[in-house]
């Protein structure tokens, strides 16, 4: 059990160009979420995967922002057009779907855009 | 209002102290509550679940919901410079996603 990794650590960017972040999860687990955490608050949920299907979404989550987790173990975030706004930490997690569902976090990513 | 509520702090106290850690929610349809524990540049880590309300205790750290008034509580005994981080609560309902309160920072000096 390596955990969860996630790639890159940091991203530096300007406004307006596009990033993608990408999320390894745990191998056993099916669900991994995604959350945004800004500095003074708690993770924001984003969105979740179960497997390959992704299956909530947040109001949170703009047009710009498209996840996907093509063969149900990897997954990646992608902002199209970034904004300022957009500075944040990224953070990955998964899970079993049995027991109490803990999920385990990714140490994020954090972006900043300029 | 949010949904969950925790005072930032941050909360000083010296080593062997007990701590409280509280917070509270407004959505009905809670029923798991945990509390993660977040280091600096860190990932959050699930330090204690528990289903409904009561208590439940692990080692130095005792959770504590109270459902009728929508109250969450950790106890910290004796307390440990290890302890410093930023602690959140985190209920959930039926679909098993935590809504995370802003967290508390706690600092525990030697």
């Known amino acids: 059990d390596t955990g969860v990794s996630q790639d890159p650590r940091h991203k530096i960017t300007k406004r307006g160009q596009n990033v993608t972040f990408r999320c390894d999860p745990i191998?056993?687990?099916?669900?991994l979420y995604w959350y945004r955490q800004t500095l003074g608050q708690g993770p924001e949920f984003l969105t979740y995967?179960?497997?390959?299907?992704?299956?909530?979404k947040s109001r949170l989550l703009s047009d710009r922002f498209s996840a996907e987790r093509p063969k149900g173990s990897f997954s990646t975030l992608e902002i199209q057009r970034t904004e300022q706004g957009d500075s944040a930490m990224y953070l990955c997690?998964?899970?079993?779907?049995?027991?109490?569902?803990?999920?385990?976090f990714g140490p994020g990513t954090r972006l900043t855009v300029l | 209002q949010k949904e969950v509520e925790q005072d930032p702090g941050p909360l000083s106290v010296p080593e062997g102290a007990i701590v409280s850690l509280n917070c509270t929610y407004s959505?009905?349809?809670?029923?798991?509550f945990m509390w993660y524990r977040q280091y600096s540049r860190k990932g959050p880590e699930l330090l204690m679940y528990?289903?409904?309300?009561g208590n439940k205790e692990d080692g130095r750290f005792t959770a504590q919901v109270d459902k009728s008034s929508k109250y969450i509580s950790l106890f910290i005994r004796d307390s440990q410079p290890s302890d410093s981080a930023t602690y959140l609560c985190?209920?959930?309902?039926?679909?098993?996603?935590?809504?995370f309160g802003r967290g508390t920072s706690l600092i525990v000096h030697p």
């Open positions: 528990t289903y409904s309300s």
């Open positions: 997690a998964s899970s079993r779907t049995s027991g109490n569902n803990e999920q385990f």
């Open positions: 191998s056993e687990h099916n669900r």
């Open positions: 995967f179960q497997n390959e299907a992704q299956l909530e």
């Open positions: 985190a209920p959930s309902g039926g679909s098993y996603i935590p809504t």
């Open positions: 959505n009905s349809a809670f029923q798991y």
